[in-house]
Every structure is written in structure tokens, then in C-alpha cells.
């Protein structure tokens, strides 16, 4: 550990010592004594020092807090991997959302050292979930800064991935605001790294450099997920959802992969659509360039798009950067079901792994085996079901067949499978074959409407089991 930083940590336990002490606030306390903002710039210059020194301060039995999506601080998780495993640490819990990059502390060779704790899966962490070298939490998207804030979970240190300090010495979290506010107001130490390629965003997104304990200095590229290939199947999807259920002035909802950029590729022809959604991706970006997207009809944040977090190409982030039109607020705001429900037209596109034939949806696991997360799909399948203007439209949509030509419709969920969102919450279902409405339909309704957008080679059988199990043949009436 250099001079200047074991000068600095001497400083910052000294600062801390006295904020645990504190009982009262006067004009000479310090920020420590009795705020955490943020925003609020404090009277200190964060010291920039090497990776391997910023990560020093992690230290055995510690719980770290990890930025995710576009915004892993990948550098620094390389870089604590590196340190847990040369100084032997043990019991270091890393929590986050979905994050992007290698996961080195979820290798198998730091299993003595980091067991990583997912509040949403992704691929980096699922093989040490499947191994038990991992945890992860089933949560809706919009409770998991409570984990924070209820001190369930207490990070020692965050790790953060920042835009530089523009001249009034603010920093943005960029493309990850999502749960991050929340764990770095109850975070005893954060570590930023600071990357001019980090777009500026607004929004719940600025940060005072005075905040940041200790930061680095990357030039590293974001991680991308670019637009892919848009199968056949999942054109027809979209193009059924874009011209059945997407009205014009309709404020739109959806994740990433195929089926979302599928629907807004089969947007070009609408108008005055708005955007609320935990994310967006690519295809947005050319619908607000045609004026599809125009956020004009929304009563709040109107003219503005409005999001989370955000993960895609070079010229989404270049959309972004610096972009007052789009605005990232934290996930317990735009995912809320009140804030939800008051957009216009509200239509909230979702993916799933199957759904049974009375409507159960499982969305986070392959039968037992853990795939994902809860997500945002309850909060917004919810909060347009429970549209303030009564026209709020929530859609489940996915191919009828796996890659291995299985049912995605089945009879019942597979052994072990979780329901994310039942049979209640669900209202349509999309396939390639049709659109399935199944809000106030009894279970015999149900099972038809769901075996009509089933693939044909499936039908059949779906009907007998459909038998065995209600002792009645589906039917529409």
C-alpha cells in the first residue's frame, strides 16, 4: 500500500470513527456526521491510485456491492479477484444485479475466497449458482434497494463505474442507475472507476467526485450486446404485437433480446409512443430519430424517456451520452407499480421460459435449475394491468417451441420450474400463432385460447392433457 493512501484510509476510519460517535449536528460537523448526499459536494479529493491499491481495502468476512450491466466496473472486480486470491481473503460476499464481463470471483478458483449473491443472474455467476458456489435472491426489481435501505444487506465497499468529473466536480453512473443509489448511501466505502467512455446521463445519476474514497483511471470499452439476428418466428411476434396491442401514444415497456428489438422493428409506423421501461436497447434509438417515439402524451416526464439502466451498442451509449432526453431514475421509482400505472396506454412486452396451460409463468428457472431472476416483468405486468386509464395492455410473448422443437406451452410447469407471474397477473400471451387473451377467463377458456397459439405438431396432445387434467375438452365459450 502506497504513503498517500494508507495516509488517506487513516483519514477516512478517523472521519468514520466520528460519525458513529456523533450525537448531535452542528455547524463544524462533517458530511460523515449525519448525511449521505450524494449530490452534495464535501470538502475532500479522492485520491486516484493503481487497481491493485484500490481494492486493497477489501478485507476478509467484507460484503461488496458491485455496479452492474453496461456500468460492471469490470477493472476493479479483475483486480479484487486478484487481491482475495495473492492475500488468501476469505467469506467476501459480492452482491449485484446483472453484471457483464469475465465474473473471475465466480470462477471455481476463487471459490475459497468470493461466493457472489445475484439479485439477477446473469451468465457470468450461473454455472457457481448451479455449483453452489453461489447465491442468488428471488426479488421484483423495484424491492431491491429496500435490501439497502432496511440494512439487510450492508456493503463495506462498492464499486462503482463513473464518467469523468465534469467542472463542477460531478460524475454520472451512467448507464446503470437501477439499485446503485441506494447501496452506496449505505455504503461504509465507494471506489469508483472513472472512464471517459462512460456516457453522462441525468436523471437519480450524478455523483460528486468528494464522495469516492478512492477511484481509478480506465479508458476501457463498455461492455455491448448489439442487435442480433431477428429470427422468421420472431418477426411474426413482433409484428403481431406491433400492429394488435401497440396503439399509437402508447407508452412502451420491454427488456432486451430478440422478441423486444423484433417489436420495435414493427414500430415505424406508429406515432407519439412513449418509453418507461427498467431498460431499453437499440432499436429505441431509431424510432425517436423516425418520431415514433415523441414521450409527448405522457403526464410525467413528459418528452423524456425514462429508464434504469440500459445495455447495447456503441451508438446507444453515443444516444445517451450527454443526452437530456433521456432521464435514469432508480429502480424503485420506475419500476414502481403506482408510477407504472400512470402512463398512458401502458404496454409492458415481457419474455418467459414456458407457461402452463392455466397461465403460469416461469420466467427465472429451467425447472429447478436457477436461469435468471424475477426481474421487472411482475412490476410492469402489474402496473399496466392496473392502468389508471383502464387501457393498459401486459403481454407475455415468446416462440410457441424451444430450440429443441419442445412446447413452450405445457400442461404443467417442469418439476422444480418457479412461477415468476401467475395465472392471475397474466392477461395475453403471444406466439408466433396468435395472440391468447386470457384476462376473466375461466381455466377451460384458458387452456384453449393457450393451445390455439401452441405449434400445430403440439396440439393435440396439449388438448389431451388439457382433458386429463380439467376431465372437460377445452373450449372458447
Known sequence: MSKQLARHVGQLNSLLKTAATASSVSAHNNYFTYVRELSHPIAREPPIVKPEEAVACVKSGDTVFAGGAAATPVALLNAMAKHGKSNNLECVTVCHMHTEGPGEYAKPEYKDHFRSNSFFMGANVRKAVADGRGDNVPIFLHEIPNLFYKQIVKPDVSFIHVSPPDNHGYCSLGTSVDCVRAALLNSKLIVAQINPKMPRTFGDAIIHKSHFDLAIEVTDDLPQ?????????????GKLIAENLVKDGATLQMGIGSIPDAVLAALHN????????????????ELVRKGCVTNSKKKMHQGRIVGSFLIGDKALYDFVDNNPFIEMYAIDYVNNTSI????????????????????QVCSDSIGPRFYSGFGGQVDF??????????LGVPIIA??????????????TLKAGAGVVTSRA???????????ASLFGKNVRQRMYELIQIADPKHRETLEKQAFERIKVMPSPN
Open 225 to 237: 450486446h448489439g442487435t442480433g439476428e431477428i429470427s422468421e418466428v420472431e418477426k411474426k411476434i
Open 270 to 285: 406508429h406515432k407519439d409512443l412513449g418509453i418507461h421501461s427498467e431498460m431499453f436497447a437499440n432499436g429505441v434509438v
Open 340 to 359: 407504472v400505472k400512470q402512463q398512458p396506454r401502458m404496454t409492458a412486452i415481457n419474455s418467459c421460459i414456458e407457461v402452463d396451460l392455466t397461465g
Open 381 to 390: 405486468i402489474r402496473g399496466a394491468a392496473e392502468g389508471l386509464d383502464g
Open 398 to 411: 415468446m416462440p410457441s417451441t424451444t430450440n429443441k422443437g419442445e412446447s413452450k406451452i405445457v400442461p
Open 425 to 435: 397477473h397474466v392477461h395475453y400471451v403471444v406466439t408466433e400463432h396468435g395472440i
